[in-house]
């Protein structure tokens, strides 16, 4: 067990993890210059791997923080600068799932309550004999790669008479 956490939150892990994590913020960029943002949304960003690459870069800096005592070592510069990435995913992780993009137009001299909102949605509607079904699905459209949203659809339930 002791080897796991001494492996889990080593040094060399968290060089790999940077490097992981700097070579698909290229990847992206260089995704995001040709083929747009959504593109790379879908590819990188907004991509389970990615998110679960940044779990486990919070992990090893609480581990790196929990295990060298670095707050105890007297440390301070090095034990902020932990903290201070650990607060960054933090804050990334609450706008990934709490937070969304959009514009807003204000004019000057005048407020807006109204936000337009960036997410592209597929709707679809059914109906049969007087009962219908919606469905409304978030999905990320891009040239790159080949979007497929999925659909569960709840059967209409035919009254038999």
């Not at 892990?13 to 040709?34: H, M, P, Q, R, Y």
């Not at 389970?48 to 919070?58: D, K, P, S």
């Not at 581990?63 to 607060?87: D, P, T």
Request: glycine share 6%; hydrophobic share 50%.
């Amino acid at each position: 067990m002791k080897k796991i956490i001494n492996s889990l939150f080593s040094m060399e892990l968290t060089v790999v993890l940077l490097l992981i994590f700097a070579f698909s913020a290229g990847f992206a960029t260089i995704i995001e210059n040709d083929f747009g943002t959504t593109a790379a949304q879908i590819a990188v960003y907004k991509a389970f791997w990615f998110e679960i690459l940044l779990v486990l870069l919070a992990v090893n800096l609480c581990g790196s923080l929990i295990v060298k005592k670095l707050w105890a070592n007297k440390k301070y510069v090095i034990f902020f600068f932990h903290i201070s990435f650990i607060i960054i995913l933090i804050g990334a992780g609450i706008t990934r799932y709490f937070g969304f993009e959009g514009s807003m137009h204000i004019r000057q001299g005048l407020d807006s309550n109204f936000i337009v909102s960036d997410q592209t949605y597929i709707s679809a509607k059914f109906e049969e004999n007087g009962q219908s079904v919606s469905v409304r699905k978030p999905v990320l459209m891009a040239d790159y790669g080949k979007p497929r949203p999925s659909f569960r659809l709840m059967p209409i339930i035919r009254n038999s008479r």
